[in-house]
């Protein structure tokens, strides 16, 4: 289901923002939280070509997209510096009780400031996708390419969601005590999923995301925040926000999985209208991980669009 192993030829630096101070950071309503990244650069990695920042879809991790960062660094030219970042409420990135693509931008904004990048491009899966979408819509000066994969600017997510609150409720069921292992807790959570989930993948999948926690008497945890993403699921990641006067005309492309429902044929006016120097290129035979799936078609399409 993930990306195959690519040999490492960069210096992956990982790193939490909330090691750093955020200024200038623009006070509305919307707190942004200091998102943690993993930096991927060498002494080859020049500041003339803007980096990447790449941020992964609902219960994924910056690390998932591990092996295709390190690709995206040894292929481009120039040899960019890419940054794969956790989405607020996952992975090493603070829990917060609010989760709404108007938030995850603001977080995304923070990152620029923090980091000193004044323009990057950017690749989002799923609903990292749609942050990025509307970062470019918002921000469209800070963008200089996008890409955008499995996930279009429509109402709604893929037919496939319809069970992501159930998913979300059996995570919190799972009990499992401190004395297990990680192997074992993990085969528990397995065996618990099982009941609810058929397919084997999706369920590695989700259980990537147990952890235990060593500063707390051992105890297994999610990395992921279940309440959060529960109460929000339905406003603030399966609707993207209704946008009008707006687009964004840098070059954009969208990657879909052939076999996926999540970029139909009827999004393509919206996409056009939103993102009119857009194209869209459909992968065959994958579904919405499109990028693990057919992490070679995928790559490709990715490193021609960003050394175009």
Request: aromatic fraction near 8%.
């Amino acid at each position: 289901m993930f990306s195959s192993v690519i040999r490492p030829t960069s210096r992956r630096i990982s790193y939490s923002l909330r090691n750093f101070h955020i200024s200038n950071v623009r006070q509305t309503r919307l707190v942004p939280v200091q998102l943690a990244f993993t930096r991927y650069e060498n002494n080859s990695t020049t500041d003339d070509a803007p980096p990447v920042l790449v941020l992964h879809g609902l219960f994924g991790s910056k690390s998932n997209w591990n092996s295709l960062a390190k690709a995206f660094h040894k292929n481009t030219k120039p040899i960019r510096k890419i940054y794969a970042i956790d989405a607020r409420n996952h992975g090493d990135s603070p829990h917060t009780g609010e989760h709404s693509y108007e938030h995850m931008v603001e977080d995304l904004v923070a990152v620029y400031k923090t980091l000193g990048i004044q323009q990057a491009s950017i690749v989002g899966h799923s609903m990292g996708g749609r942050a990025m979408m509307l970062l470019a819509l918002k921000y469209p000066h800070l963008v200089e390419k996008a890409i955008i994969v499995d996930i279009s600017p429509s109402p709604g997510l893929g037919t496939s969601n319809t069970n992501i609150p159930l998913f979300l409720q059996s995570m919190k069921m799972i009990q499992i005590t401190p004395d297990k292992t990680i192997h074992q807790a993990r085969k528990i959570a397995d065996d618990q999923l099982s009941r609810i989930i058929a397919e084997k993948p999706l369920r590695d999948f989700l259980i990537t995301n147990l952890v235990k926690n060593d500063e707390d008497s051992g105890r297994f945890q999610w990395r992921i925040n279940l309440e959060s993403l529960e109460r929000n699921f339905h406003t603030g990641v399966a609707q993207f926000p209704t946008l009008s006067g707006v687009k964004f005309d840098g070059p954009t492309l969208f990657i879909a999985g052939g076999r996926s429902d999540y970029v139909k044929p009827k999004d393509v006016p919206l996409i056009k209208t939103l993102f009119p120097n857009s194209d869209i290129k459909y992968v065959k035979d994958a579904g919405h991980w499109v990028h693990s799936e057919k992490s070679a078609e995928f790559s490709k399409l990715v490193l021609d669009f960003l050394n175009g």
